[in-house]
């Protein structure tokens, strides 16, 4: 199999884009549209479906996806297993579009002269399964969940907590307010599709909805940009979104970031890293963001007692 085709698949899936896509892997439009053309030629399926807003995947493309990612990553570790010198910091962000792949991005600026791979994986079981192999280097998640800490071998310090917001269209109720208590969210239909049973987001929003008598529902799968649409033309949805979510919607959707206060909730990130790890770069990842994290706020604010247990302090 061809592995750029893969690669291209998987940038692809992450980005909705073909054009987006490019410009990540510094190629042009035609060439992704040829290399995945090629790719759904000898896989005999589609992989993606051409919207408005870009590529959505199929259903074969959404189950060839985890497999994918597993190929790339067993490129990298047999190349790394026989390259001369210093391999790339290898790290997990979660999701392109979210507050970890900004702080790493960061670190990249701070640091252009060290080699970076990045790397999105599903959830923190499969995180820390990478972790203890070798396959990454470190983890930006919420941890630890009830019933399930950080196993040993493994290290976790917090290292952003990102303030949670709350998203609607322009009709609903809480529209012109500056800000919003999450009590006040009680008996609003929450909507956050594709919240998954087992993971740390999940925990995250059960804890949520359990502290302020919130009916969060997470039915229905999370396509791009149909959540966008629903609270466009609703005056009753919701939905919350972190603050460093990067979101596009058209400008006739006029939605609005709401911030919650009194108190704030926060969505603990936290880096994981093998304690026995002895990749170079790591200890400047780690000073990095001890000297990026912003000071605490005075504002009252909210995080799971399950993530208060992660307090660890960087060792350099």
């Not at 000073?287 to 604010?301: D, M």
Request: glycine share 8%; no cysteine; charged share 20%.
């Amino acid at each position: 199999m061809d592995l750029t085709a893969v690669r291209t698949f998987v940038a692809v899936a992450d980005s909705g884009q073909f054009q987006e896509a490019a410009a990540v892997l510094g190629v042009t439009q035609q060439a992704v549209s040829k290399r995945i053309a090629a790719l759904e030629k000898e896989l005999g399926v589609r992989l993606f479906t051409r919207t408005a807003r870009g590529a959505e995947p199929t259903v074969d493309g959404r189950a060839f996806l985890p497999p994918a990612r597993e190929l790339l990553l067993a490129e990298e570790r047999a190349a790394a297993s026989v390259r001369r010198g210093r391999r790339p910091l290898r790290v997990d962000v979660v999701g392109a579009r979210l507050a970890p792949a900004a702080l790493l991005r960061a670190f990249h600026e701070a640091h252009p002269g060290l080699a970076l791979d990045v790397v999105t994986l599903f959830d923190v079981e499969s995180a820390l399964t990478a972790l203890r192999s070798g396959a990454i280097d470190a983890s930006f998640r919420a941890v630890a969940m009830p019933g399930r800490p950080v196993p040993r071998g493994i290290e976790a310090a917090r290292v952003y907590d990102e303030p949670v917001q709350l998203l609607t269209g322009p009709e609903h109720a809480l529209a012109g307010r500056a800000s919003v208590a999450p009590a006040e969210l009680a008996g609003h239909r929450i909507w956050i599709p594709g919240i998954v049973e087992g993971t740390e987001w999940a925990a995250y929003y059960a804890s949520l909805a359990a502290e302020f008598g919130l009916a969060i529902d997470s039915s229905g799968p999370n396509f791009s940009g149909a959540l966008q649409d629903a609270l466009a033309g609703s005056g009753t949805l919701a939905t919350l979104v972190s603050e460093q979510t990067r979101l596009v919607w058209p400008d006739s959707h006029d939605l609005r970031r709401i911030p919650l206060v009194d108190p704030t909730p926060l969505y603990p990130h936290s880096l994981l890293w093998a304690t026995a790890n002895p990749h170079p770069a790591l200890p400047a990842l780690r000073s990095h963001l001890v000297e990026a994290r912003p000071p605490r706020t005075a504002a009252r604010t909210w995080t799971p007692g399950w993530a208060e247990s992660v307090r660890g302090v960087f060792r350099p």
